[in-house]
């Protein structure tokens, strides 16, 4: 069974500190004058920091049971090698529980360390009980620095996870919400006029058709970029203002009749902004079919000094109100346009009618 590539990385680097730490702990062992006295002083020395070192390679898994056997070794080492500090290099073990374990847990392996420490009193002095001290405290330090690092980068990912999924419920909302309406409009109108009318009813089971198509092409595309690692473009290009024409003409299709107007738009937008706004004038239209039961519908889009207005506004009355609030599709809409630093408000008519109107700054978008 092979290990992830992660996995691996973590064992390396486990890996090569263990050898370090024992290198270390070698050359202290087998330097004259500075280790045990005997041969099997020495030995034992080897041994102990042999078992004291390898815990590092099994630590992640059990981090208490892993750093109790190197405290265990430690006190060996302590008392046949001092020189290489309290308990051995027990400080190492210590940060990787700080690092793996919240701090209630890992405060009390410090204390447990610590509290032995005014030995060195007696057998060192106070350089030394110092030098203890300061060798646990910064082990400890370093793997708690470690640990909430690792937190907050866990944090933003989870953040940019929220975020995403949002996008990609919005997205899916909007292309599925558009082209079912259609769907449901449509074949209700075949319905009505299959006995009486047949051709208008197959030219109602057309639209249906198209309506399909261009839903799957959308989630095509959309589903192709999700699956996309290497951050090139889908087969087929996100919706823009260039498809605008043929949206309204879906509609129109439908039986709603839909005016559009254009001032000073020019396909060169940035692409987020397009989106957006195809997004917003879709849903918009999408409302006005399924709920308001308007009988025409105006769009227009403006482009001056940086900032794309556009407006829909049909002749029904307002979307129901859930009761928790503004339906989804609206609260999509102003989410889009707050992402893009801009603003977007919908609500009913003095007059009668609904309108929604948004300011999509194209500066920030670029």
């Not at 070794?73 to 690092?99: D, K, S």
């Not at 204390?111 to 005014?118: D, N, V």
């Not at 640990?147 to 975020?163: I, K, M, N, T």
Request: net charge positive; charged share 20%.
């Amino acid at each position: 069974m092979t290990c992830p590539p992660r996995t691996r990385v973590l064992l390396l680097i486990d890996g090569g500190l263990a050898a370090a730490l024992l290198g270390i702990a070698l050359t202290v062992a087998l330097t004259p004058g500075a280790g045990p006295d005997t041969a099997t002083g020495t030995a034992a020395v080897v041994g102990l920091a042999a078992v004291q070192a390898s815990c590092l390679l099994w630590i992640r898994r059990r981090p208490g049971y892993a750093l109790a056997v190197a405290a265990l070794a430690g006190i060996g080492l302590e008392a046949l090698a001092p020189q290489l500090g309290w308990l051995g290099f027990v400080a190492a073990p210590l940060a990787y529980v700080a690092r793996l374990r919240p701090p209630r847990l890992s405060l009390v392996a410090l204390g447990l360390l610590l509290a032995p420490t005014p030995w060195k009193l007696a057998t060192g002095g106070w350089r030394d009980l110092l030098f203890a001290v300061t060798a646990l405290g910064f082990g400890w330090a370093v793997g708690e620095l470690q640990r909430g690092h690792a937190h907050r980068r866990r944090d933003r990912q989870r953040q940019v996870l929220s975020r995403e999924r949002d996008r990609i419920s919005r997205e899916l909302h909007d292309v599925v919400a558009h082209h079912v309406a259609v769907i449901a409009v449509q074949a209700a109108a075949a319905e009505d006029v299959f006995d009486q009318h047949p051709e208008q009813a197959r030219a109602a089971l057309g639209s249906i058709n198209v309506a399909a198509r261009a839903a799957l092409t959308e989630l095509r595309a959309m589903l192709h970029a999700l699956a996309t690692d290497d951050g090139s473009d889908p087969d087929g290009p996100q919706p823009g203002l260039a498809q605008l024409d043929a949206l309204v003409d879906a509609v129109r299709a439908v039986g709603l009749p839909v005016t559009m107007s254009r001032d000073g738009v020019a396909d060169e937008l940035p692409g987020g902004v397009q989106l957006s706004a195809y997004r917003i004038v879709q849903e918009s239209l999408t409302n006005a079919l399924r709920h308001s039961h308007a009988t025409r519908a105006e769009v227009s889009l403006r482009y001056d000094e940086g900032m794309l207005r556009l407006e829909v506004v049909n002749d029904g009355a307002a979307p129901p109100r859930r009761p928790g609030g503004e339906g989804r599709g609206i609260v999509g809409m102003r989410e889009r346009a707050r992402l893009l630093g801009g603003t977007l408000e919908a609500a009913p008519l003095p007059a009668g009618g609904f309108r929604v109107r948004a300011r999509l700054p194209v500066a920030v978008a670029r």
